[in-house]
């Protein structure tokens, strides 16, 4: 066999032939190298998508909406004269929610105009507005936020400040969700309560309040267009701390303004008139100085006594109360006090000056509203409230609880005879009380003065102890307990119970302002209603109950009127004459505590019940005191500054009320003198049963006074009558007069002069 390569045959071929071969891709060299593929790059998108799809919706679920931020949450609660003007707010921060409806328009389009025009219509997360805001920032129209107002109000009200990567990834899924959960205005609202205005307001409201003096819903475009601005730099943009800044802040100021006009919310003829509105450099202070904290404290009391909103429900804010406090006669009070007392104090060089307090409420008679009160110099040097405290005793002014009483209760002297205006008693200082069963008991009238026999009026005017401490056992310490409390004073009022006949001296520690619900029980013929300092409370809107106001007739009208004519007199000619100062017909009386710690006068006009009272206390020990010369006088007594103080205040608080006279309707008898046993010329016949067994008396024998002083009397505002009913129907049968001579009383009664018969016929004897 040859070995040469056989030739293939012509048409022959392999039965498999190789593959052809396409020509190499070049390779990619230098920087090309370092580019992905259009494959690479389609599927990094894809993986990149699927990872942010995913991403979006781990967040979504996985991100909550948080309960709000203990800061968000927080108000204060304001509190309010009658009028809506602030007295105070108290709590940490500075903060009153309001509804939108609350906000003007003109506020809420100022705002938005600031901070994100679109709000609207935009969604919660807003990629354009970042670009926006850089811009604006950059070409110098002030810095913006990059954030929708959603995200503003998310990192507010839910998230802390910080500028952090997880706050804000936070921040973005809350806003998304929120958006879909709550309305447009439900967010701006939330916003709008929730922002810094700077001056530590929180919220439009208080940020209102903090420059303008005026709630949110009467701020107009151009004070709107400020305090808009101010979000963007609170601290900064504040002109009046900062005017270096006041023209970085017109610009921002003129941004906002033309914004409303450009979204239509501003009429442009309108916008070209308003000028930049300087905001007041102090507004009414908010602090608790003065006495702003003392109201607050005193009213917070007294929500929470009467269970009206409790302590935890305070604590946390948001209430707004208004007071039945007037502001211009909390002022006149305030003005009294600096002006007949602590203007006369010299404490550096008198040490006893340092001890001066003073205390002082005022109600309406017949609304029983607290219309003012006065607590002390300042609630942050001094922070007990003077006219709440019960550690003072009343002294003397107690003495006509226990004249009621004795009217109220038909009583009687220990020889029979009925206690009226005009019954005649001992007055000698130190006379042993007579038929009381305890130790024995014999007062010091003030300066050891012996009066001798003196009608119950003389020795009201003069304030003999005496006399009265002998009134009390002939009532009975009880009773005259009994309607201390109906008038008025607190059933756990100190050294009240199981006194004695001392009970008559005033050494019960009643407050100020029971006093004064005490005594404008008496100027309301007898009907008593408990006294309300609240007029209306809101929290967020929501009107919250107040308890109705109930009066009943605590003691019968001709015991508050007869106990009225007698007070009378304490003013016109007794110890009380400087509350003539009021200029109008008044009734009161002067007390006096132990050791002349404390000196009051309690007193009324038709209108209005006041009492005052300058206590001693030592401002280190918080010892009570003497007031010896004090204010450069040997004594401090309730005739000096205590009823120059009332008269004062009284005539500027009513100054604008027509003077309206006294109507009264006396007990029976009250204008007759009840002469002392023994009496050869006239006097009840001895009484039948043993006096100290308190039987019953005879009836009266004629005292011999001519029937035609009867119409003297009534042309001087008063009647006198057998009929002890009161006003709804009651009756008191135990007067045990049987005088027939009187007129009935229910004649109409006639207004009270200025000076009356009774008291020229009391004088008579």
């Known amino acids: 066999m040859s070995d040469e390569p056989q030739q293939p045959q012509e048409g022959w071929a392999p039965r498999n032939p190789p593959a052809a071969t396409s020509p190499k891709r070049p390779e990619r060299t230098g920087w090309r190298r370092l580019l992905p593929t259009w494959r690479m790059t389609l599927g990094g998108l894809l993986i990149t998508a699927a990872l942010v799809t995913g991403g979006f919706f781990l967040g979504y679920h996985l991100v909550p909406i948080p309960a709000a931020n203990a800061l968000a949450t927080q108000q204060a609660n304001v509190y309010l004269y009658a009028d809506g003007s602030v007295i105070a707010r108290d709590g940490e921060v500075n903060r009153e929610n309001v509804t939108l409806s609350q906000i003007s328009k003109d506020a809420q389009h100022a705002v938005l105009a600031a901070e994100d025009r679109d709000f609207y219509t935009e969604s919660a997360i807003d990629p354009q507005a970042m670009v926006r805001a850089a811009w604006n920032t950059a070409t110098g129209k002030g810095r913006q936020s990059g954030s929708t107002i959603t995200q503003q109000y998310v990192k507010n009200y839910y998230l802390r400040q910080e500028q952090t990567i997880t706050r804000k990834v936070k921040e973005f899924f809350i806003a998304i969700k929120l958006d879909r959960e709550q309305s447009k205005d439900q967010i701006l609202e939330g916003y709008l309560n929730t922002s810094f205005f700077g001056r530590g307001a929180y919220g439009i409201q208080a940020a209102a309040?903090?420059?303008?003096?005026?709630?949110?819903?009467?701020?107009?475009?151009?004070r709107a267009a400020y305090l808009a601005a101010l979000v963007n730099a609170p601290s900064q943009y504040d002109v009046i701390t900062h005017p270096e800044n006041r023209n970085t802040v017109e610009r921002r100021w003129n941004y906002v303004l033309d914004g409303m006009v450009d979204e239509g919310w501003l009429n442009a003829s309108e916008r070209a008139d308003l000028t930049f509105p300087v905001p007041q450099r102090t507004t009414v202070s908010t602090s608790l100085s003065g006495q702003r904290g003392y109201i607050v404290d005193i009213v917070k009391n007294h929500l929470t006594n009467n269970k009206i909103v409790d302590e935890a429900a305070l604590d946390a804010g948001g209430y707004r109360i208004t007071t039945t406090l007037h502001k211009d006669k909390q002022d006149a009070f305030v003005d009294a006090v600096n002006d007949k007392l602590m203007d006369r104090l010299d404490q550096d060089n008198r040490e006893v000056d340092t001890y001066v307090r003073a205390g002082g409420a005022s109600i309406d008679v017949k609304t029983g509203k607290v219309v003012a009160m006065y607590n002390g110099i300042d609630y942050v040097k001094q922070y007990t409230p003077n006219a709440t405290r019960r550690d003072f005793q009343v002294g003397s002014s107690f003495k006509p609880f226990v004249f009621t009483a004795a009217v109220e209760n038909g009583s009687r002297t220990r020889d029979g005879r009925p206690i009226t205006p005009n019954t005649v008693y001992d007055g000698t200082s130190e006379r042993p009380v007579q038929g009381w069963p305890g130790d024995r008991y014999a007062p010091e009238n003030e300066d050891h003065h012996d009066y001798g026999d003196i009608t119950v009026r003389e020795a009201t005017d003069k304030s003999v102890n005496a006399v009265y401490a002998q009134m009390a056992v002939d009532v009975g310490p009880d009773k005259v307990r009994q309607t201390a409390i109906a008038l008025g004073l607190s059933e756990d009022t100190p050294s009240l119970s199981d006194a004695g006949p001392s009970i008559a001296l005033g050494v019960a520690t009643a407050s100020v302002l029971d006093m004064t619900e005490a005594y404008a029980t008496l100027a309301n013929h007898g009907k008593h209603g408990d006294y309300t300092m609240i007029e209306k409370i809101t929290q967020n809107g929501r009107t919250v109950d107040l308890p109705e106001r109930h009066t009943r007739q605590a003691v019968t009208r001709q015991a508050a009127d007869t106990t009225t004519s007698v007070l009378r007199g304490v003013v016109e000619s007794g110890t009380?004459?400087?509350?003539?100062?009021?200029?109008?017909?008044?009734?009161?009386?002067?007390?006096?505590?132990?050791?002349?710690t404390a000196a009051w006068f309690a007193g009324y006009t038709p209108d209005l019940a006041t009492v005052v009272a300058v206590m001693g206390q030592d401002p280190v020990t918080a010892g009570h005191k003497p007031l010896y010369g004090a204010m450069g006088l040997p004594r401090v007594n309730g005739g000096g500054a205590p009823a120059e103080i009332w008269g004062q205040y009284t005539r500027e608080a009513l100054k604008d009320v027509p003077v309206t006279p006294f109507t009264l309707r006396l007990q029976p008898g009250a204008w007759k003198t009840q002469p002392p046993p023994g009496d050869p010329s006239t006097g009840p016949s001895s009484p039948t049963g043993d006096p100290g067994d308190g039987g019953e008396a005879p009836a009266e024998e004629p005292t011999g006074q001519d029937e035609a002083e009867q119409p003297q009397e009534q042309t001087d505002g008063t009647t006198t009558g057998g009929d002890t009913g009161t006003d709804d129907g009651t009756t008191n049968d135990d007067t045990g007069d049987t005088d027939e001579g009187d007129t009935n009383g229910d004649d109409?009664?006639?207004?009270?002069g200025l000076t009356g018969a009774l008291i020229q016929n009391s004088r008579r004897h």
């Open 209 to 222: 309040h903090a420059y303008y003096g005026i709630d949110a819903s009467e701020l107009d475009a151009a």
């Open 576 to 596: 009380a004459t400087a509350a003539q100062a009021a200029g109008r017909p008044a009734a009161g009386k002067t007390g006096t505590a132990e050791e002349d």
């Open 748 to 752: 109409s009664p006639v207004p009270d």
